[in-house]
């Protein structure tokens, strides 16, 4: 027995040993040894011997103690670092996020330690070393001489070189001098020259960026800047919500916050939802703030993206750019997350723990003392509500900054163009008003509205789509001839005379870029065209090259998915086509609309952004639906009550809150088992609703059953209750033939 007050030689370490299993989701206690006490802090990657065989295995350090939990002999030794790394004081703050995010969307606490730390790359780094003379003038043209008597020319040339130099590299003497590194080294034992090693860090190229700019604000933009800096100055740290119509200046605003941030001696983090918007963003922040500007995403090198975090965590960058992942950053004084298009769907993650940037990103500003900034033209429901209901603080801009109109929006019936005989892509109008623009030589951009596409039956002659009666949302066709619901299990067999018409035109939807950019080329044979999908897309900075290519103004016509719609600003686009509005307005999911809406009223925004006015073309299946109705007016507050009554009436968030249980077993009836006793264990809490089990979305990938289970309820801490409960069970069950995961509010 240890005894109260009593005093121990070592240091202990509480580690989470990096396997992602739920029966190893405990920290495990190891002994400190006295070389590594100065350097093992929570958040230290370290080896350590691991169970009966003592195999060496990773693991993070979450704690440090003074007294062992098990008796001495019983407590194993960390063997190394598995990473030396002496920056991450703020890893504390990080780990305390991760312990948050297991609790609040579930998986295990590696999995969200390896989301919130540092990648841990076992990757080389850098060092420049540069050679400087250590003689007095006089003295080392003497020993110059001497090495020219001696015949030794090597040393001669280099010493030579360093009198005209103040020191120069290693690598451009060895090159330019033709001599050995073995030349240099000789000639430092000898006192003739110093090296000095300095690390290196590779930066993403971000091109040639000319002057610091600054644009002066317009009165709007100013008076929520001066807000924010009279909360930010009296201690007062809130959420923002910044709704401004497209082209308001959003970018602006956020630059103004930041400026006033980094003044005071803390940093920020800038998180945009795409890779194809970095480009552009990162050029407006470097224009403003210099060589303190970093950014991140997947397609950077891993020695970039290690080098990145090596720059925050040394605090040698102010602001950091990117994509969720770059919430992460290891700032120790942050100071404010701006948090850009955050209605968009990629700030959820997709692997667990599914956590949502929004949510993530107000837990770590608390945890830091920073300050939120969330911004968007069409603000997700979820924060608006928020806002209504005053947790955010919401700020309006109603003017386009630069004083442009917004674009004048015409909706096509696509029904009509059928029984008009037109069945291409294109509508008559938006064919004229492109055959305008050309002319005139003025840009196109065309959208294709492939997200959320699943598979829904629709009737080309009159609209009708095939619904769930149970919860309104789009069948999904089967190839077994079935159309069928993945929220709660309801199928009907598939009909090929429409129920409302009687028209045979009944059937998927099927349109993509490729077929769209064939059409063109037809169409207009002297048009030059890019097309930017996930195809033009795959190599490392396709993303750069086919937007700045359209900016130089080296095409006329910009195809592309929901990527070229979000954030850009091409002075010279002034037609936006919108070629089938309807592709994500029947996706199978209660969020259906509000996509449609944001998609639509983003893409109308990238029309007549300087002084010519914009036209935009919508061509859907359903003019009368509120989401194209509202999109085609810009809007929002008229979609917005639309849409919370639907979510109030049937439940679904953010009036309430959904969790979305994933089973997945390659055993179709075990699945199914499984899928049942957690159905079947959520019922028994009274204050939430279960649906399901059924087949998920997708109800086999990789051949592996998927399951899900729906649970609805006003509470979320009943949700987490309820996650608790079935990850105890699964405990309790060591089940390994299936798996289970926890999606909260699911996009």
Not at 390 to 400: F, P
Request: charged share 30%; proline share 3%.
């Amino acid at each position: 027995m240890m005894k109260a007050g009593m005093k121990y030689k070592y240091k202990y370490a509480d580690i989470i040993i990096e396997i992602s299993s739920e029966k190893l989701d405990k920290p495990f206690q190891y002994r400190i040894p006295g070389e590594l006490e100065d350097k093992i802090v929570p958040g230290a990657y370290v080896l350590v011997p691991f169970g009966k065989g003592g195999r060496q295995i990773k693991g993070y350090v979450v704690d440090i103690s003074q007294e062992p939990k098990l008796a001495e002999e019983k407590i194993k030794d960390i063997d190394s670092l598995a990473v030396v790394d002496e920056n991450n004081k703020c890893y504390d703050e990080l780990i305390r996020l991760a312990v948050w995010m297991k609790r609040h969307y579930g998986g295990t606490l590696i999995q969200s330690l390896k989301t919130v730390l540092p990648v841990r790359a076992s990757v080389k780094r850098r060092v420049k070393r540069v050679v400087y003379l250590n003689l007095e003038p006089g003295e080392a043209a003497g020993v110059h001489a001497g090495l020219l008597h001696k015949h030794q020319v090597a040393r001669a040339r280099v010493l030579a070189a360093l009198m005209d130099e103040d020191g120069a590299e290693m690598s451009l003497i060895t090159d330019k001098l033709h001599t050995t590194p073995a030349v240099i080294n000789a000639m430092e034992k000898l006192g003739m020259v110093r090296v000095v090693s300095d690390e290196e860090y590779r930066s993403p190229d971000i091109g040639q960026v000319s002057g610091v700019k600054k644009t002066e604000l317009n009165e709007e933009q100013a008076i929520l800047a001066q807000e924010f800096k009279d909360d930010y100055d009296r201690g007062v740290r809130k959420t923002y919500l910044l709704h401004g119509v497209t082209g308001s200046g959003k970018t602006e605003v956020y630059m103004e916050l930041i400026a006033h941030v980094i003044a005071s001696g803390r940093q920020a983090i800038m998180l945009i939802p795409e890779i194809a918007l970095t480009f552009q963003t990162v050029m407006r922040f470097v224009r403003r703030f210099g060589n303190r500007v970093s950014y991140m995403h997947s397609r950077l090198s891993a020695g970039e993206r290690y080098d990145q975090w090596e720059r925050a965590s040394k605090g040698l960058i102010d602001i950091m750019i990117g994509p969720r992942s770059a919430l992460f950053t290891p700032f120790s004084k942050l100071g404010i997350i701006i948090i850009d298009e955050e209605h968009e769907g990629s700030y959820k993650a997709e692997n667990m723990p599914r956590y949502h940037t929004r949510e993530t990103a107000i837990e770590r500003a608390r945890l830091t003392g920073a300050s939120v900034v969330l911004g968007s033209a069409t603000p997700s429901v979820d924060a608006y509500y928020r806002a209504e209901n005053g947790e955010y603080r919401l700020w309006q801009l109603n003017d386009r900054a630069k004083g442009a109109a917004l674009p004048s929006v015409h909706t096509v019936d696509l029904r009509q163009e059928l029984l008009n005989g037109n069945k291409t892509m294109f509508s008559g109008t938006l064919t004229e008003l492109m055959n305008g623009a050309l002319k005139r030589r003025e840009q196109i951009m065309l959208f294709i509205n492939r997200r959320g596409y699943a598979g829904f039956v629709s009737c080309r002659a009159c609209g009708y789509v095939f619904k769930c009666p149970h919860c309104d949302v789009s069948l999904s066709y089967h190839r077994s001839g079935k159309l069928k619901c993945h929220y709660c299990g309801y199928e009907t067999p598939v009909t090929k005379i429409c129920p409302k018409c009687n028209s045979k035109y009944v059937g998927g939807m099927k349109a993509g870029t490729q077929r769209i950019e064939a059409e063109l080329k037809l169409k207009y044979p002297k048009a030059r065209i890019l097309r930017m999908d996930a195809d033009t897309t795959s190599g490392k900075n396709d993303y750069e090259r086919i937007l700045k290519d359209f900016a130089d103004e080296k095409a006329d016509i910009l195809i592309g998915t929901q990527m070229i719609v979000k954030g850009h600003d091409f002075p010279k686009v002034t037609l936006v086509g919108i070629l089938a509005a309807d592709m994500s307005l029947y996706a199978l999911n209660y969020r259906a609309a509000e996509r449609t809406f944001s998609l639509l009223t983003q893409a109308a925004g990238r029309a007549g952004r300087d002084e010519r006015r914009g036209e935009v073309v919508i061509q859907t299946y359903s003019p009368e639906n509120y989401a194209v109705a509202s999109a085609a007016r810009q809007d929002y507050n008229s979609f917005y009550r639309q849409e919370i009554s639907y979510r109030t009436l049937m439940g679904y968030p953010p009036a309430a809150h959904l969790l979305k249980v994933l089973i997945e077993s390659p055993e179709e009836t075990y699945g199914n088992k499984i899928a049942g006793d957690i159905a079947e264990l959520a019922r028994t809490v009274k204050e939430a609703e279960t649906v399901g089990p059924s087949e998920d979305t997708i109800a086999k990938l990789k051949d592996i059953y998927r399951f899900a289970v729906y649970i609805k309820c006003g509470d979320y801490e009943i949700l987490t209750q309820i996650k608790d409960r079935i990850e105890q069970m699964r405990q309790e069950a060591r089940d390994s033939r299936s798996r289970v995961q926890f999606d909260f509010d699911p996009l």
